[in-house]
Structures are given as C-alpha cells and as structure tokens.
C-alpha cells in the first residue's frame, strides 16, 4: 500500500484547522456489513472483502462517512462536532486503479440544517479553491427531501415512494424504476413453494427458504444481499405489480425531474412547479430556500451553482441535500458530498443525530495540478 500523501496535503489539514474539523484516524479494516447494508448498490460491487479468523465479514475501508460516524456512536462523543480526514481508500474503480486518497469533513450534531448544509458546501468549495488556485468550478445539488414530497404529494403507495426514493441517485435505476410504476412487470416465475410464500406475504418464511437454498447452492450472503432483504424485495415487488401510475401522475413527475436552473432561481421554479402541478410541498420548498439563504452569507458565489431536480449520488444513506462539484474542462466529479440523518441511527445511535460532509477525490485533484504546471 501506497502511503505518500498529496504533495498539498498540508494545505487541506490547515484548512481542517481554520475551519474547526478534528483530524481523526480510522481503521483500514472495516466491518463489511455496514457497507453491505448501506453503502448502495454501486459501491457494494466494488467493495474489497474478507474474512477474520472466525469468519467475521471484514473488508477495506472503501469511503469514510460510515467509519467516522461508528467511531463517533463508539466513543461516545458529544455532539455537534466536525471530523477532518485524509487517507485512503480502496476499492474497484471504473477508471482504473484500486487505492486512492480522499479528504473530507463531516459535521455532526449540528440543530441548524441549512446552515450546516451550506457551511458543508463552503468547506468543499473552500478547499478546491485554496488547492487549486483560479480553477473555475461548477457545483450541482439537488435534493433528495424535494423529491420525497414531491412523491407523498402526488399520493403515490407508500411501497412505491419507498422504491422511487431508493433509486433515486441513479439516472438508470430511476427511469427504470419509473417505467414500472407506470407499468408493472408480469410476476417473475419463481418455484412453487417461494411463490405461495410470496403470495402469502410471509416474510420470516421466506426468508428462512431463501437462506437454506443460498446455503444449499453454496452461497454466501456477504457475496450480495441478504436473505431477509431478497425476501422482503419479493414480497414488495408483488405488492405493487397490483397498483399502476396514472399518466396524469406520471406526467407531474417527469415535469418535476426535467427541473434544471440556476440555483438562484431554483426556489422560484420548484414553487412555479408545485402550484401549476397543484402540489403541497411547501414545507420542502421552504427548507430549500432557506438553505439557499445559507449558501449566500457563505459567500459561494451562486453564479457557478445550478440546481437539477434529477441529480441524486448513488449512495444510499443520503437523505436530503446533495452536491457535487466539478472542475470546467474535467467531466469527472472532485468532491460529493450531502445530508444523512438517519445514518447514525443505522448504525446504532442511541438518538438520531443529523450528519453532513463530503469527500474530495484526491487524485483527481492532482492530475488537475499536474495538467496546469
């Protein structure tokens, strides 16, 4: 393993410093199950795993917002508090390579949503420019709480707005996920015996025959989902395949995801959207504002900031706002980031306790730097 950090790396950990985020240290190795259960699809199929001498599910530390969040509920610290890291991580990339640094902040605890919302955004913004220096970047959000309501106001099941908002961070996944609300698929054809247990609606059942035959075949749950999360998938595919999306819904929705705007006209366009659409999503809208408020006494300039209604990040535990930000010229993504408040209590909180951060790709930064020396 590479242990050569950035040649900026002392940049990052002064601005960690200027901007009050704990430098922390977070094991290489981690429990893989976290990840498994909440990491999202495209992460889990890239995740490098192992086994401990007793056959625990361990794998290499693939990001840093699931560890530093079970380290905070570990220790037992107070909250709000911020985290600075930098290290690596590993896993299987698209691009090539395996093992690569990023750095980060995530906040935690803190009461004002927006507000930490934006100092999120600040921070990420902050430490692209001080890295690189007149590089003109573009910022994308959007809003995964906006999407939610827009889902619970058009009255959709709650099974299909569960299965919408699952997907939603996925372009793929969501248009598919969309076609079947508009048209459910034929029943799958499976054996007899899961079928009737299907029908019934008899999770445990199921789940216990799913096991014994993934135990029969050989398979381990480590290698894809759970037993219990197979069976649970079934039974809600089967509940749906009985309600279908009218048009008139169906429309409502692609007008809401074709939103794009400049984010300083966003608010105008999401409200223009709920009263033409004759939606009450005001509560979501109003949270929107006010983080938008927030960017402002930042100082992010909004001119390089646009708002898509589309743009979700393909991990699971995010819960509302959600950013990315981009180098002009660079098609790839330099940091992600966005809000998880339901993460700690996942991962075994005693309390709900609100979390944002964002991770920055290292090595895409300096490929950046090298391209302008």
Do not use: N
């Given at each position: 393993m590479t242990t050569r950090y950035p040649a900026f790396a002392n940049e990052i950990l002064d601005l960690f410093a200027e901007r009050e985020a704990a430098l922390t240290d977070i094991a290489i190795i981690q429990p893989a199950d976290p990840f498994l259960d909440m990491a999202g699809e495209d992460l889990r199929r890239r995740i490098f795993l192992t086994e401990s001498e007793t056959g625990k599910s361990l794998c290499l530390r693939p990001e840093f917002t699931i560890p530093v969040c079970r380290d905070h509920i570990e220790t037992r610290a107070t909250t709000p508090r911020r985290y600075g890291y930098l290290g690596?991580?590993?896993?299987?990339?698209?691009?090539?390579?395996?093992?690569?640094?990023?750095?980060?902040?995530?906040?935690?605890?803190?009461?004002?949503?927006?507000?930490?919302?934006?100092?999120?955004?600040?921070?990420?913004?902050?430490?692209?420019?001080?890295?690189?220096?007149?590089?003109?970047?573009?910022?994308?959000?959007?809003?995964?709480?906006?999407?939610?309501?827009?889902?619970?106001?058009?009255?959709?099941?709650?099974?299909?707005?569960?299965?919408?908002?699952?997907?939603?961070?996925?372009?793929?996944?969501?248009?598919?996920?969309?076609?079947?609300?508009?048209?459910?698929?034929?029943?799958?054809?499976?054996?007899?015996?899961?079928?009737?247990?299907?029908?019934?609606?008899?999770?445990?059942?199921?789940?216990?025959?799913?096991?014994?035959?993934?135990?029969?075949?050989?398979?381990?749950?480590?290698?894809?989902?759970?037993?219990?999360?197979?069976?649970?998938?079934?039974?809600?595919?089967?509940?749906?395949?009985?309600?279908?999306?009218?048009?008139?819904?169906?429309?409502?929705?692609?007008?809401?995801?074709?939103?794009?705007?400049?984010?300083?006209?966003?608010?105008?366009?999401?409200?223009?959207?709920?009263?033409?659409?004759?939606?009450?999503?005001?509560?979501?809208?109003e949270n929107f504002n006010e983080r938008i408020s927030r960017i402002v006494e930042q100082d992010v300039p909004l001119s390089g900031i646009s708002y898509s209604a589309h743009f979700g990040r393909p991990l699971d535990y995010y819960t509302g706002f959600i950013f990315e930000i981009g180098a002009e010229g660079m098609d790839q993504t330099l940091v992600g980031g966005g809000r998880y408040d339901r993460l700690l209590t996942l991962l075994g909180a005693e309390k709900p306790i609100p979390g944002v951060g964002f991770s920055v790709w290292l090595d895409r930064v300096s490929a950046l730097k090298e391209q302008a020396e």
């Open positions: 690596e991580v590993f896993r299987q990339r698209r691009e090539g390579g395996a093992e690569f640094f990023q750095a980060g902040i995530e906040d935690l605890g803190a009461g004002d949503r927006a507000g930490a919302d934006a100092r999120s955004l600040a921070d990420a913004h902050a430490l692209l420019a001080r890295v690189l220096p007149g590089r003109g970047l573009r910022v994308t959000l959007g809003d995964q709480a906006v999407f939610e309501a827009v889902l619970a106001a058009l009255g959709l099941p709650r099974g299909w707005q569960e299965r919408l908002a699952r997907a939603f961070g996925s372009s793929e996944m969501l248009d598919a996920a969309i076609a079947e609300c508009a048209s459910p698929p034929a029943a799958a054809r499976l054996p007899r015996e899961i079928a009737s247990l299907v029908a019934r609606g008899d999770e445990a059942a199921l789940s216990d025959r799913i096991q014994q035959d993934m135990e029969a075949a050989g398979l381990s749950a480590t290698a894809g989902r759970e037993p219990c999360e197979i069976a649970r998938r079934l039974i809600e595919k089967a509940e749906l395949r009985s309600v279908r999306l009218a048009d008139s819904a169906l429309d409502v929705l692609k007008s809401f995801l074709a939103i794009r705007a400049p984010l300083a006209e966003a608010g105008e366009r999401l409200a223009a959207f709920a009263g033409e659409a004759g939606l009450f999503i005001d509560e979501a809208v």
